[in-house]
């Protein structure tokens, strides 16, 4: 099918603190609570913030490079605006100085600004989220932050590992540590291989129809000069399933390079 793809993709994040879904209390006052626990489930898999979150009058804040990681969005500085890119339809804007917050280039009246705390900009993850268009809610039972995420990538129909069966989920085990493209059926997993650091990642920028071809870009991340990494071996992976039409082909570019992805290349670490 030539249509866009919906996908599903639920990031639980592991902070302890029930009192995220009071959101009521203005922001304005940025008196912060003690820092929560900086870990969080990305599909299905450990992973960690690279700063810590911070609680202001019960509202949960990331750093705006926390944000474009769990987002799959660019983060861009100009003076003392920031932008978060979401895809190439949907845009966040923050003036840190006046307090002013844009949707898609529109100053918006009612919109939650960033907050300044050292060398750090913080974005309010709650309204981040809803504006990219997703859902967020706290799971009692799970005792998690669950964030559901719908984007469009063409054909290609990013997984959670929860949404796979057994047997897939195996497969992605067994493959998740191993450089390459891995394919069964039509479940994919681009697995960068073993990294030192949670700087090290994989997303999805764009997908692009040929003739009899799906056209796959992706961007291996790296980590951020002069910014501190927890040192936790990480294994990024991409988890998709693809719908293809008959004899149709799809293959995976470097977003960068526009060459066919890990061809004839060393790995980074």
Known sequence: MYGKSVVAVVLGLQIGFSAFLSAEASAQDITASPPAPA??????????????????????????????RILQAEWVLDGKTGTLQIGDSRSLGFQWDTGKVAVNGEWQEQGEQAIVQ????????????????????????????????????????????????????????????????????????????????????LKVTATQWTWEQ?????????????????????????????????????VFLDADTKKELFAQEPNPQ
């Open 39 to 68: 870990s969080l489930m990305v599909n299905g898999q450990l992973t960690h913030l690279v700063k810590e979150p911070i609680l202001i009058q019960e509202k949960t804040y990331i750093t705006a490079q926390d944000a474009a």
């Open 118 to 201: 050292g060398q750090d900009i913080y974005l309010p993850l709650r309204w981040i989220v809803e504006q990219a268009g997703h859902e967020i809610a706290w799971n009692e039972q799970e005792h998690q932050v669950q964030i559901t995420t719908t984007l469009k990538e063409g054909g290609l129909t990013l997984m959670n590992t929860e949404q796979l069966s057994a047997e897939e989920q195996k497969f992605v085990e067994s493959v998740k540590k191993t450089r390459g493209i891995h394919q069964q059926g039509d479940l994919f997993v681009i697995a960068r291989g073993e990294s030192p650091n949670p700087g090290y990642g």
């Open 214 to 250: 799906l056209i796959v870009y992706v961007k291996q991340t790296s980590p951020e000069p002069d910014r501190m990494y927890p040192q936790v071996i990480t294994y990024p992976v991409i988890v998709a399933k693809a719908e293809l039409p008959p004899y149709t082909t799809v």
